[in-house]
């Protein structure tokens, strides 16, 4: 069956940012696929609650909270994983972000610190993930990036940049690690997490951001976790190297910050 190609049984899933949103959702659907999963966030009470509903899909959880802005904390977990359950199979690379800010607001510590949280602790996880995964006989990296890596707007320039390199990372890590590990990435657009709770929580900026997004609302973490799930399954065992957009189809930022001319 079809289906059956979705099955992850029996294999060993990371997953960063995994207290809440997108980490949350993808943590879950990784476990009702038939994975144990390490989950690492800053919040252990966060951690717990997701820990609960992969117990109650039948898995396995191990809930290890750390600060994902350090890249030697993202190495670890490999380890850790490998530890816990014997194995690594899959590694879903989520945590990240940048506040928006202002051209001039934005320093070069600011710039560096961008990242290193979106993509040097990506490296960490990825390569000391990579030996576990050859021992297993392959393996699975699914970064999430984000639609601001290839769109230009006002205010995003450290967190754009960042998104950027972090596509570029994944199109040369899929190249390096072929043909017994695949490395995709998900270009997100507007999710209702909780980067966008002044969104969410604001009907006129809501309204704004769906009117100019083409689906004409803003994406579910579920719709993020399905595409996960998929790059990390047998189902996509001929795809590696690619950007997979979930975004509700924009091309353009959805909303305006209204950051003044120079």
């Known amino acids: 069956m079809i289906w059956d190609r979705f099955r992850i049984d029996g294999r060993v899933a990371v997953v960063t940012g995994a207290g809440r949103g997108i980490g949350a959702s993808s943590a879950v659907a990784l476990a009702q696929a038939g994975a144990d999963v390490v989950l690492a966030a800053r919040t252990e009470e966060q951690l717990r609650k997701v820990a609960a509903e992969i117990e109650a899909a039948g898995r396995r959880a191990l809930v290890v909270p750390a600060d994902l802005s350090d ?41 560096e610190e961008a990242f290193r949280f979106n993509v040097s602790g990506a490296h960490a996880l990825t390569r000391a993930a990579v030996p576990h995964m050859l021992a ?68 006129e900026l809501r309204t704004r951001m769906e009117a100019n997004t083409p689906l004409r609302r803003i994406g579910d ?23 997979l957009r979930v975004d509700g189809g924009t091309d353009v930022p959805n909303l305006d910050l209204g950051l003044p001319d120079l």
């Open 71 to 111: 890249p030697a904390a993202s190495a670890d977990l490999a380890a850790r994983a490998a530890d816990a359950f014997g194995r690594l199979d899959i590694v879903v690379n989520n945590v990240g972000g940048t506040m928006p800010a202002a051209f001039l607001d934005t320093g070069t510590d600011e710039l």
């Open 221 to 243: 973490p579920e719709e993020v976790a399905a595409s996960v799930l998929y790059l990390a399954s047998p189902a996509a065992g001929y795809v590696t190297g690619t950007v």
């Open 136 to 203: 297993a006989g392959g393996g699975a990296v699914v970064n999430i990036a984000s639609a601001m890596g290839r769109m230009a707007g006002r205010g995003f320039l450290a967190y754009g940049t960042a998104k950027a390199a972090l596509v570029h990372y994944t199109r040369l890590a899929a190249t390096d690690l072929a043909p017994r590990i695949r490395v995709n990435a998900i270009a997100v657009g507007s999710v209702a997490t909780s980067a966008l709770d002044i969104v969410m929580t604001n009907d």
